[in-house]
């Protein structure tokens, strides 16, 4: 019904940068929360940032000020714009997006892409 695709990841030194990108494409009639999460090897899949429809931004505090998330609603794509790399930001980065597919006055339901993984070397 809905599908989200990752792209943007790779490898990289640390202090270097990436700019990961997520497009949602199907039968969507709107888009609310855009967001992105890290999963490291071994661990929980965590918030990284988030924008919401109205424009407010959430930031995890290991990346303030150092990773940028923007949206374009007419593209149904969301971008993580991710400077000053460090290693600790190793892993899978997991695109989010709450979509209406139905009427109004239906309920927004949550998709998910398959991933793309980032690699920080010291």
């Known amino acids: 019904q809905v599908e989200l695709v990752e792209s943007g990841g790779g490898s990289v030194q640390a202090g270097g940068s990436l700019t990961l990108s997520c497009t949602a494409s199907?039968?969507?009639?709107?888009?609310?929360?855009m967001a992105w999460y890290r999963q490291a090897p071994g661990e929980q899949r965590d918030l990284v940032a988030s924008?919401?429809?109205?424009?407010?931004?959430t930031y995890r505090d290991a990346v303030k000020g150092r990773f940028t998330i923007s949206r374009d609603n007419a593209k149904h794509t969301v971008y993580l714009q991710m400077n000053s790399l460090k290693p600790e930001g190793t892993g899978v980065y997991y695109c989010?997006?709450?979509?209406?597919?139905?009427?109004?006055?239906?309920?927004?339901?949550?998709?998910w892409g398959l991933g793309t993984e980032v690699t920080v070397s010291s």
């Open positions: 924008t919401s429809s109205s424009g407010q931004l």
């Open positions: 199907g039968s969507i009639k709107d888009i609310s929360t």
């Open positions: 989010k997006q709450s979509v209406k597919t139905g009427p109004a006055w239906g309920t927004w339901d949550d998709y």
